[in-house]
């Protein structure tokens, strides 16, 4: 969930799950399931700030991740994720090297 494009500065960014992913890492990370047009993912990548919001909400920076393990976590999100599955080129049992082919369309970031 994101605040509208005429959110005035210095308002945060508030996203809720789906698109918050658990089981990798010990940080939670962050999936873009509609790709790189989410109006979400071009604000954390202007601001790097954001509200999360589960339970209690949480003033979290947020950084994109460019690292090798973006497949995996693609990967790990399908599991987890099942309304996620219909917007993802591929099958959660795929390969991970089918993941490797997708990684620049989907944009993860990582709560820093």
């Given at each position: 969930?994101?605040?509208?494009?005429?959110?005035?500065?210095?308002?945060?960014?508030?996203?809720?799950?789906?698109?918050?992913?658990?089981?990798?890492?010990?940080?939670?990370?962050?999936?873009?399931?509609?790709?790189?047009?989410?109006?979400?993912?071009?604000?954390?990548?202007?601001?790097?700030?954001?509200v999360?919001?589960?339970?209690?909400?949480?003033?979290?920076?947020?950084?994109?991740?460019?690292?090798?393990?973006?497949?995996?976590?693609?990967?790990?999100?399908?599991?987890?994720?099942?309304?996620?599955?219909?917007?993802?080129p591929?099958?959660?049992?795929?390969?991970?090297t089918?993941?490797?082919?997708?990684?620049?369309?989907?944009?993860?970031?990582?709560?820093?």
């Amino acid at each position: 969930m994101c605040l509208p494009r005429w959110r005035q500065p210095g308002d945060r960014l508030a996203i809720a799950p789906p698109d918050l992913c658990h089981g990798l890492e010990a940080r939670p990370v962050l999936q873009a399931m509609l790709g790189q047009k989410t109006n979400w993912a071009r604000n954390l990548r202007a601001d790097g700030h954001a509200v999360l919001r589960r339970g209690r909400p949480e003033d979290v920076s947020l950084v994109e991740d460019l690292s090798d393990n973006r497949a995996a976590i693609l990967r790990r999100y399908l599991e987890v994720a099942a309304g996620a599955r219909p917007f993802f080129p591929v099958d959660r049992h795929a390969p991970l090297t089918e993941f490797e082919r997708i990684v620049d369309l989907y944009p993860v970031f990582r709560v820093a």
